[in-house]
């Protein structure tokens, strides 16, 4: 989805493309879009029309295949953009499903629209530090609070590497993208460049997608997005004993904030991550605040 | 000359008559595709997981490859279907497929009554849950049944009562000229 695309929708003029980051639409109120520099409020007021009638172009008239998606509270969209959506939860009853869990949400009252930007060479300036003396990639977790750039960093890594830079030759590279949201596969056909030995594994759980193209496709690097739960870090020990390569993302503001986490804490024991990088979203989004080594000393303008 | 024109006209009333017949033979072999295109749309939704327009293309595709006439008309509902949800987002599916099932060509060899089914499928596809949709199938194919049903039964004896009439009709008229 595009740009123009946006446009028709909400038929009022649009900032530039590049700039938006969110677009909020909450039924009774504004559309709001976020941009680098702030917010800008819309003439148009959302109502439960333009909601629906928005879900049914972003799930493409079928509700029922992102299914799994409303449950967790978001649907990915074409294009890699990801919709989060509140309204009211309808849990399973007894006999139903497991109980107490979300069966779906009806009544849908405000939808976040997070637009997913490919930038080609953000992540150069941190390429030096992720290579090793022999041209091998190391193993980096990448840290950073919401909309601060981990993804479209993470995308941009990837393709460098399965590319091949001066700091090393092209590595095949596995992707588990679980939420669609590094590749933005459209009918299996990745949307975004991540590269020329770039396999993508699409919409399946990181957790048994890990082992499936570990087995299946022999990556040199395994990359994934927005680890955090205890199968991830056992699909990941278990990559990283088999001597292939990890990038990651998860949610955090410092490095500090990886021992505050059951999961994440273990995997800095096991020293699972050589490199870690820190970002923030000011001045900008995918600023770096840090790199650090393995034993989390800052590594960063060091090299 | 006169007699090569009263077989040609006796040839084309008994033609008239196995045109007939071909007709309900199509009827039916038309309906047997939609059921079969039900039963690959019951696929791709409940196996495969695919959104509607994907997989309108997939078996729209399947079904039209390799069919001229009539019978590739199925498979062209389908795309005509994908292609206006693919270039007008905003246009629900079931308006477009009640639209595009009404553009099929009015000799269409399909009951009134089984375009009205047809055109009912569309109605609460994409609605709701995936079980939804599989009742939604079920009951098409429910439906279809019945006609199939009936056509198959009657259709023996139809396309030859057909079939004779034309040939009857034809030996008549030549007597009554001759």
Redesign the interface.
Same mark, same amino acid.
């Given at each position: 989805m595009g740009i123009e #695309?946006l446009r028709e $929708?909400f038929k009022e003029p649009l900032p530039a493309w590049e700039r938006v980051q969110e677009i909020r639409v909450r039924i009774g109120y504004p559309i709001l879009f976020r941009t680098e520099d702030g917010e800008l409020e819309m003439k148009t007021c959302a109502d439960r029309r333009l909601l629906r #009638?928005l879900l049914? $172009?972003f @799930?493409?008239? @079928?509700?029922?295949?992102f #299914?799994d998606e409303v449950r967790q509270g978001f649907l990915t969209i074409e294009g890699g953009h990801r919709v989060g959506l509140v309204g009211k939860a309808v849990l399973y009853e007894a006999g139903e499903g497991p109980l107490g869990a979300i069966k779906?949400i009806r009544d849908i009252s405000a939808l976040n629209i997070r637009l997913s930007h490919e930038k080609k060479g953000c992540a150069d300036a941190i390429l030096p530090y992720l290579y090793n003396g022999n041209g091998e990639v190391e193993s980096t977790l990448l840290i950073s609070p919401p909309g601060a750039g981990k993804t479209t960093m993470l995308r941009d890594l990837i393709r460098r590497i399965s590319n091949g830079t001066a700091y090393g030759r092209g590595i095949g590279v596995s992707v588990v993208d679980e939420r669609s949201e590094l590749g933005a596969c459209f009918?299996g056909v990745p949307q975004c460049d991540l590269g020329r030995r770039t396999d993508i594994l699409d919409a399946c759980p990181k957790a048994v997608g890990m082992l499936m193209v570990l087995r299946s496709m022999a990556p040199g690097v395994l990359a994934v997005d927005e680890i955090g739960t205890a199968a991830d870090l056992e699909a990941m020990r278990y990559v990283a004993n088999c001597g292939c390569a990890l990038l990651a993302t998860v949610h955090g503001t410092a490095i500090g904030d990886l021992e505050k986490k059951p999961v994440l804490a273990e995997m800095v024991r096991d020293r699972m991550f050589s490199r870690y990088v820190v970002l923030k979203k000011t001045p900008h989004p995918g600023t770096i605040a840090g790199i650090f080594d393995a034993d989390r000393r800052e590594v960063y303008g060091l090299s | 000359m006169k007699y090569v024109g009263i077989l040609m006209m006796a040839a084309a009333v008994t033609g008239a008559g196995f045109l007939a017949a071909e007709r309900w033979r199509e009827r039916l072999l038309l309906l047997l595709q939609f059921r079969q295109m039900v039963y690959y749309l019951k696929g791709q939704i409940l196996y495969t997981n695919a959104t509607l327009p994907e997989a309108l293309y997939e078996v729209g595709t399947k079904l039209r490859d390799g069919k001229r006439g009539n019978r590739a008309e199925p498979g062209l509902l389908l795309l005509r279907v994908e292609r206006r949800l693919r270039e007008d987002g905003k246009t629900p599916f079931s308006v477009a497929w009640q639209e595009e099932v009404e553009r099929l060509p009015a000799d269409f060899p399909m009951s009134k009554s089984d375009r009205q089914i047809l055109a009912a499928l569309g109605e609460n596809l994409g609605y709701a849950d995936r079980k939804m949709q599989e009742r939604t199938l079920l009951f098409y194919l429910e439906q279809t049944e019945d006609s199939i049903a009936f056509l198959k039964k009657e259709s023996d004896g139809r396309m030859r009562l057909y079939r004779c009439m034309g040939m009857a009709a034809g030996l008549f008229l030549m007597v009554l000229m001759v």
């Open positions: #695309e $929708i #009638e049914g $172009i @799930s493409k008239h @079928s509700l029922y295949a #299914e779906t009918q | -």
